[in-house]
């Protein structure tokens, strides 16, 4: 926990912009196991399994894009807080938090992060009270890993605004928590403000493989792993989806309280020819590192006046 700080209580959604939508949902529905939940104004909401309404959604524009992240507030008085923190923060593209209409909640606030990243903080969604786990689905977004001009300012501006804690650092990126999970967002220390990949949680082993199954009868072979990564001790499966959008099959990531130490470089050194803790996966694709380059936020997706 960071020290006085209201935190975020999860990463819920994210927005998206495909340049050719249907193709796009065709693919989270049938391959990604996805399920379509709403549309609204052209914009379409994928559920998981999890309760959050929705946490993926996507609409068309002539750019992929990223529109902007979602996360979560306790409350009324949390948003408050938190926006207090991002004014305090010297952030200055910034919304008042004001009413929003379902599904985004019932309040909140949207603002551009110091390297223009969207971002949204959000309470009182209504949630889908059918939440159990169903084989071979995502039950939720695990963790957004954004690549970074300024690691430090925005490592700074996750910690003060959203309260993010620090849970480890190796030589190439910092994670962060806001909740049990060992981390909802991963920093890189460099290739500008571009995405990383976005991570999808799995109930299991086997779902993940099952979907790495259903992503190679998809065309879509893996672009790294299948592997159990170093800080979260989590499993991966990196794939591109649709417009080249790098993806992740993860699971069974590492649950934490406050009395985790968060590791230093020297703490998650892998031996010679080793990426994972099994060691059986090899480095990733090279287009899989490239692919996340032509996804940028978009100039104004801070404002939420769609949601009003
Ligand atoms: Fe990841």
Redesign the pocket.
């Known amino acids: 926990m960071t020290a006085g700080k209201t935190r975020v209580r999860a990463l819920r959604s994210i927005d998206i912009a495909m340049t050719d939508k249907a193709k796009a949902l065709q693919f989270f529905t049938d391959a990604w196991n996805l399920s379509l939940v709403a549309e609204a104004a052209g914009v379409h909401y994928l559920r998981g399994t999890g309760a959050f309404h929705h946490i993926l959604s996507i609409r068309e524009a002539p750019q992929t894009a990223l529109i902007r992240m979602v996360f979560d507030a306790a409350d009324r008085q949390a948003v408050d807080v938190i926006h207090a923190q991002a004014v305090a923060h010297g952030l200055n593209t910034i919304d008042a938090p004001r009413a929003l209409k379902q599904p985004h909640g019932d309040y909140g606030f949207g603002y551009k992060d110091p390297e223009g990243r969207n971002v949204a903080v959000v309470c009182g969604v209504r949630g889908h009270a059918d939440a159990a786990d169903r084989a071979d689905r995502p039950r939720k977004i ?2 957004i ?1 954004l690549n970074n001009s300024d690691p430090d300012a925005t490592f700074a501006c996750f910690r003060d605004v959203l309260g993010f804690r620090l849970t480890d650092t190796t030589k190439k990126m910092r994670f962060l928590s806001c909740g049990s999970d060992h981390h909802s967002v ?1 920093l890189g220390f460099g290739d500008g403000t571009t995405l990383n ?1 976005i ?1 999808f949680e799995m109930p299991n082993l086997d779902s993940i493989m099952r979907g790495a199954g259903r992503m190679r009868d998809n065309g879509r072979g893996i672009e790294w792993g299948p592997g159990r ?1 170093g800080p979260g001790n ?1 499993v ?1 499966c990196y794939f591109l989806g649709p417009e080249n959008l790098p993806i ?1 099959y ?1 699971g069974e990531m590492q649950q934490i309280d406050a009395s985790y130490r968060a590791g230093e470089p020297d703490d998650w050194k892998w031996p010679p020819g080793r990426l994972d803790h099994w060691g059986i996966t090899a480095k990733p694709s090279e287009r899989m590192e490239l692919a996340g380059q032509n996804y940028l936020f978009t100039a104004d997706g801070w404002r939420l006046d769609e949601w009003r």
């Open positions: 695990s963790h890993n991963v990949h991570a990564h989590n991966f992740e993860t």
